[in-house]
């Protein structure tokens, strides 16, 4: 049997959410201290095996070594369609048919339950049609695990793939379960498809909570979300009773590909290792009128709006840089129904991967900003409330307004990237 790596039981539990939206940071503290019987030990990382199936994740560990832990309970389940075994078999599929194991209740992130809605859709309620267990929306009237969806829940399971980005809510719908619920939690671990030994981008500050951003963590932040959530309990922003569920055979310098697990977009719009990557710098691109390639093939990966017709000496500047890891083009696209600009067949720059280890995405998308504000001044506008939130600052809106501001910028980023790793390194799981 696999032997668990961490189980934190701290001394109370959260109170529920009243506004899950915006949300209140707790200071840091250490753990252990405060009255917390939070473990203080560190584990030893989990040593990556070669194992020629590739990495094992968690649902699968959970139900060939540690089904005990929820054998006999009433497990609800917060997954979608990204959990799922090495051979497709869903979490739910899994748990529904685990012997001693009862399935009751099922709780869904932004994009719903098959993954299928647009950003920022409200999911409804309803009823699984597999397994008749009702599905609870954490993306519409509540991100909070109510008291009547929980009655029935002895323990609650996490299964979702992150993608390694702050802005992303799949990690925050997870932290903030366990933190509210007051119902023992378990994170069946999965990868960080985007290398879990890199982080960039900065740290949000605490003024600047939501959903895309409840603790101050780095935009890419290098953790998996079993890891993250060891992290947030240990120093003491969330209050929970947390187990993980590690992976077999994982190392941190892994690239998605790297794990030999099939790949599932998890949501519409990241449907690739360079457009996740992406993600971490042209997301900033939502906080502006000028579209970040949703309708378009290529998301995340293309930036434009139909004030650009000078796309190609932007690129020239941009190229000039030797900015590392990628290669502008100009181009043009016809934008999809149901995105800004539909309709419309717009030019665009180009973001082209040249080096996928070399990329610093904050870098990309805030040079990218400069270079269309300095040049466009009147047709750019900030949309600043959601440019804060994605930025969890307001500190992106000043650096790009300012000459020099992004290399100033850039290299707090950079001090803070690496402060917030070694912050984190006592609850890596890998190595």
């Known amino acids: 049997m696999i032997r668990l790596l961490h189980d934190v039981r701290r001394g109370s539990a959260a109170a529920l959410l009243a506004f899950p939206l915006y949300l209140a940071c707790a200071p840091a503290t250490q753990s252990g201290t405060g009255g917390s019987s939070a473990t203080t030990a560190t584990p030893a990382p989990v040593m990556a095996q070669p194992i020629a199936s590739g990495v094992i994740p968690g649902v699968e560990v959970l139900i060939t070594d540690s089904l005990h832990l929820v054998r006999g309970m009433r497990v609800g389940l917060i997954t979608n369609h990204t959990g799922r075994s090495r051979s497709g078999?869903?979490?739910?599929?899994?748990?529904?048919?685990a012997t001693g194991v009862r399935l009751t209740a099922l709780y869904a992130p932004e994009h719903g339950l098959r993954g299928t809605a647009e950003a920022g859709v409200h999911i409804a309620s309803s009823v699984d049609s597999a397994t008749g267990v009702p599905i609870y929306s954490l993306y519409g009237e509540s991100?909070?695990?109510?008291?009547?969806?929980?009655?029935?829940?002895?323990?609650l399971v996490s299964d979702l793939q992150d993608v390694g980005a702050r802005v992303y809510t799949y990690l925050w719908t997870m932290v903030i379960?366990?933190?509210?619920?007051?119902?023992?939690?378990?994170?069946?671990d999965r990868p960080n498809p985007i290398r879990a030994d890199r982080v960039d981008g900065g740290v949000s500050e605490p003024g600047f909570s939501t959903l895309v951003g409840v603790y101050p963590v780095a935009m890419r932040y290098g953790l998996t979300p079993g890891e993250m959530l060891r992290y947030l309990v240990g120093t003491g922003r969330v209050t929970a009773d947390i187990k993980v569920i590690p992976m077999k055979g994982y190392s941190r310098s892994m690239w998605f590909e790297d794990t030999k697990l099939p790949w599932v977009n998890p949501s519409p719009n990241l449907r690739d290792m360079d457009a996740s990557l992406m993600y971490t710098g042209t997301v900033y691109f939502e906080g502006v009128n000028v579209?970040?390639?949703?309708?378009?093939?290529?998301?995340?990966r293309l930036v434009g709006a139909p004030w650009l017709t000078d796309a190609g000496a932007i690129v020239?500047?941009?190229?000039?840089?030797?900015?590392?890891?990628?290669?502008f083009d100009s181009t043009s696209r016809t934008i999809g129904a149901g995105f800004e600009f539909a309709g419309q067949t717009i030019p665009m720059v180009h973001i082209t991967i040249t080096d996928r280890n070399a990329v610093n995405a904050a870098e990309i998308g805030l040079h990218l900003l400069r270079a269309i504000y300095?040049?466009?001044?009147t047709e750019f506008q900030w949309r600043t409330r959601q440019m804060d939130r994605l930025a969890g600052s307001s500190r992106v809106r000043a650096a790009v307004e300012k000459e020099g501001g992004v290399?100033?910028?850039?290299?707090?980023m950079e001090a803070e990237s690496r402060q917030f790793q070694d912050a984190t390194r006592p609850y890596w799981l890998y190595h």
């Open 407 to 412: 290399e100033a910028l850039l290299r707090t």
């Open 374 to 377: 300095e040049r466009h001044p």
């Open 177 to 188: 379960a366990a933190d509210s619920s007051n119902k023992p939690f378990i994170v069946l």
């Open 89 to 97: 078999a869903s979490t739910v599929d899994l748990l529904h048919r």
């Open 316 to 327: 020239a500047e941009l190229n000039a840089k030797g900015i590392r890891g990628v290669r």
């Open 143 to 155: 991100h909070v695990p109510t008291a009547a969806s929980l009655a029935n829940v002895d323990v």
């Open 291 to 300: 579209s970040e390639g949703r309708g378009t093939d290529q998301p995340f």
